[in-house]
Nanobody
Framework: QVQLVESGGGLVQAGDSLRLSCAASGRNLNWYTMGWFRQVPGKEREFVGAILWSGGSAYYADSVKGRFTMSRDSAVSRLYLQMNTLKPEDTAVYYC?????????????????WGQGTQVSVSS
């Protein structure tokens, strides 16, 4: 069982930066792939990025590549999403997710655990 709690969302202007944090608790986090997704009302949850908790490169959606960066701090069991050069189309609820024993995947259905989400709003 893994518990995930996101924080760091807010209202910013286009071009600004924001860092989201996901506090992860549970055993054997090294068994998990960690992902960030986002969702706007009326649309399906969209993949943002994924990274193995145990290390390695992150994978990103084309829409955020070069602007967003995932990282994790194992010492404090936190996953981060650094978002730079934000655009109005980045407005969404952002979710942290964990996939046990899976490799990096873009499919929301592959993830076993989800946080409650944090709202990011970017004004033009």
């Amino acid at each position: 069982q893994v518990q995930l709690v996101e924080s760091g969302g807010g209202l910013v202007q286009a071009g600004d930066s924001l860092r989201l944090s996901c506090a992860a608790s549970g055993r054997n986090l090294n068994w998990y792939t960690m992902g960030w997704f986002r969702q706007v009302p009326g649309k399906e949850r969209e993949f943002v990025g994924a990274i193995l908790w145990s290390g390695g490169s992150a994978y990103y959606a084309d829409s955020v590549k070069g602007r967003f960066t995932m990282s994790r701090d194992s010492a404090v069991s936190r996953l981060y999403l650094q978002m730079n050069t934000l655009k109005p189309e980045d407005t969404a609820v952002y979710y942290c997710a964990a996939d046990k024993f899976g490799g990096p995947t873009m499919k929301a259905a592959d993830y076993d655990y989800w946080g409650q989400g944090t709202q990011v709003s970017v004004s033009s």
